[in-house]
């Protein structure tokens, strides 16, 4: 599921175990080549006890195709339950972690679509830079759009098409989505949301050495995680998620350079669960794995 991509947010996908849940049929990433558009279809397992699915800034919409279920979910707050079955298009909140859990039939099957969250970002600013009440738009969608439906199902059954139409696919349904389903929330306090952006990223350096979620920091300068991604991106240029890998990145290249402590207890203090993890994160981000950094 974790494509090394600047336009896809997928790196909350790391260590989700996949093979539970689904199994993956088609993916136009390494299908079709599409690098603009994110498109999967997936067979699911029919009975599903805890799957906890992380929160990412893209627009991810879930069409089932077949197979019914009943289907609980969490997000910050209490268990809401709805039948899942072919035709009932779904929009997931960005930046919303959810649990999940269901019984359904054998034949459950379902077409998924990632649009990058820098494609609505870009349409948006274009629209005359309208924020977006991701919770709004997730329940105006789950009212039922038949042009959005035919929409999804173009694109999930467009095969070997080059990048040029997922790229164009993708701004259309962006355009889509905030036309039809958007509205502006109320006018924000900017004083108030300047303070949380800047306690939420004391809070980042204060527990770097932390797993913290999304949800966490948004819980502890009390906005919902959706309002609370919107506002950071807006104060910052990054998303959270983003910007606290830059802290950890940071602070790993100040101890390499400054101090002679071994690489694991580094990773230990970046927040990072192993040597191996820093390593990885620190070779995309720098272009040098840590040893070799120290050295230089």
């Given at each position: 599921m974790v494509f090394d991509s600047e336009r896809f947010d997928l790196q909350p996908y790391t260590g989700f175990d996949m093979s539970r849940y689904v199994r993956r049929t088609y993916c136009s990433w390494e299908d079709s080549g599409w690098e603009?558009?994110?498109?999967?279809?997936?067979?699911?397992?029919?009975?599903?006890?805890?799957?906890?699915?992380?929160?990412?800034?893209?627009?991810?919409?879930?069409?089932?195709?077949?197979?019914?279920?009943?289907?609980?979910?969490?997000?910050?707050?209490?268990?809401?339950?709805?039948?899942?079955?072919?035709?009932?298009?779904?929009?997931?909140?960005?930046?919303?972690?959810?649990?999940?859990?269901?019984?359904?039939?054998?034949?459950?099957?379902?077409?998924?679509?990632?649009?990058?969250?820098?494609?609505?970002?870009s349409v948006a600013a274009r629209l005359g830079g309208r924020a977006v009440d991701h919770e709004a738009m997730s329940a105006s969608v789950a009212g039922g759009d038949p042009l959005l439906d035919e929409l999804v199902r173009a694109v999930g059954n467009a095969g070997e098409q080059d990048d040029l139409y997922a790229e164009s696919a993708a701004a259309f349904l962006a355009v889509h989505l905030l036309t039809r389903h958007a509205r502006k929330p109320e006018p924000p306090n900017a004083g108030r949301e300047d303070q949380r952006v800047r306690a939420a990223v004391t809070m980042m350096r204060d527990r770097l050495s932390e797993p913290l979620t999304v949800a966490e920091i948004a819980g502890e300068v009390h906005l919902s995680v959706y309002h609370f991604i919107r506002v950071f991106k807006e104060k910052t240029g990054q998303t959270p998620h983003r910007f606290l890998g830059g802290l950890r990145m940071e602070e790993a290249r100040r101890l390499l350079r400054d101090t002679d402590l071994p690489i694991a207890a580094i990773a230990g203090r970046c927040g990072f669960a192993t040597p191996s993890a820093l390593s990885a994160a620190f070779l995309k981000h720098t272009g040098a794995r840590p040893s070799e950094y120290r050295n230089s």
């Open positions: 603009s558009l994110l498109v999967q279809r997936f067979d699911h397992v029919p009975v599903a006890e805890d799957m906890r699915l992380p929160g990412v800034a893209d627009l991810h919409l879930v069409l089932p195709l077949a197979g019914r279920a009943v289907m609980e979910t969490r997000g910050e707050g209490r268990w809401n339950r709805h039948q899942w079955g072919p035709g009932r298009l779904e929009l997931a909140v960005p930046g919303m972690p959810l649990q999940r859990r269901y019984r359904g039939d054998e034949t459950m099957r379902s077409l998924q679509v990632h649009i990058p969250g820098t494609t609505v970002d």
